[in-house]
């Protein structure tokens, strides 16, 4: 600020004058010509960041979570979602749908250098377990175990070929999702809910996680659509032929 007057400091010429007792001040300050005070500089935005058009179509598949280290879980992933799973740096992904891999996402995983491992498990509610919703079917499949006692192991013969079959192929299924060299994976079935989450469920019993943490984690994805028939697979599922194989990936180990 530029002063017209002599410019003085903002000093206090302190006089004490005893007058009745009071105590008087004199403060002297310095006149300020408004016309020559510079004005504010004026506000600047702040720069936009520049996105890329790569960027904006960074879209997850449906149900796209994070299950470990190096491990993911989604539904089917379709041409819009290939920009993001690029970006996971993929080495292998798990297939659990038994229909052949479609053109264009065999193109990708060629040309990303990402190997395909497909275990093909029915969907269809009709067809196999998981995914039997049938409470009739259900009562009748736990009282024939507990009759029979013929699932009592994933070693053991079942007089439900179905759910031998099943079994054979999450076990196949826990060997490559386990092998390190084949991380970061990806697991999709179709939607990421029930066969991905019975496959994910079994591999929490190998980490040890109590079976209400593992039915709350799979009812998370299944939401209103889980199953009792798959809470009841994976409750069943024997652990005991895997617990010889590493897990020197898993976050519950660290």
């Excluded at 006149?31 to 790569?54: C, F, I, M, Q």
């Excluded at 060629?110 to 009562?139: A, D, M, R, T």
């Excluded at 507990?146 to 079959?165: A, M, R």
């Excluded at 079994?167 to 386990?178: G, P, S, T, Y």
Aim: charged share 25%; proline share 6%.
């Amino acid at each position: 600020m530029k002063l017209i007057e002599k410019t003085m400091n903002m000093t206090m010429e302190e006089e004490e004058k005893q007058d009745g007792g009071e105590v008087f001040h004199t403060i002297e300050v310095a006149k300020v010509d408004r016309n020559y005070v510079s004005p504010p500089p004026p506000a600047t935005a702040a720069p936009l960041l520049e996105v890329s058009g790569d960027e904006l179509n960074l879209i997850p598949p449906l149900n796209f979570a994070i299950v470990d280290n190096g491990i993911f879980r989604s539904g089917f992933p379709d041409l819009a979602n290939f920009s993001f799973i690029k970006t996971l740096g993929l080495r292998s992904i798990i297939s659990l749908c038994p229909e052949p891999y479609p053109e264009n996402n065999m193109q990708f995983l060629k040309s990303n250098g990402i190997s395909l491992f497909q275990f093909g498990i029915e969907g269809s509610k009709s067809k196999c377990l998981p995914g039997l919703e049938n409470e009739v079917w259900l009562h009748i499949w736990s009282s024939k175990h507990q009759k029979e006692g013929s699932y009592t192991n994933g070693n053991s013969k079942t007089s439900e070929p179905l759910v031998d079959i099943l079994d054979h192929k999450i076990r196949e299924a826990l060997k490559v999702l386990l092998d390190e060299k084949n991380h970061p994976l990806l697991i999709h079935c179709k939607r990421g809910k029930h066969r991905t989450g019975c496959l994910v469920g079994c591999m929490r019993k190998l980490q040890k996680w109590c079976i209400t943490s593992i039915f709350d984690e799979y009812q998370r994805f299944a939401a209103a659509k889980a199953r009792v028939s798959d809470q009841r697979f994976m409750e069943s599922f024997d652990v005991s032929g895997l617990k010889h194989i590493p897990m020197s990936f898993s976050c519950s180990n660290r």
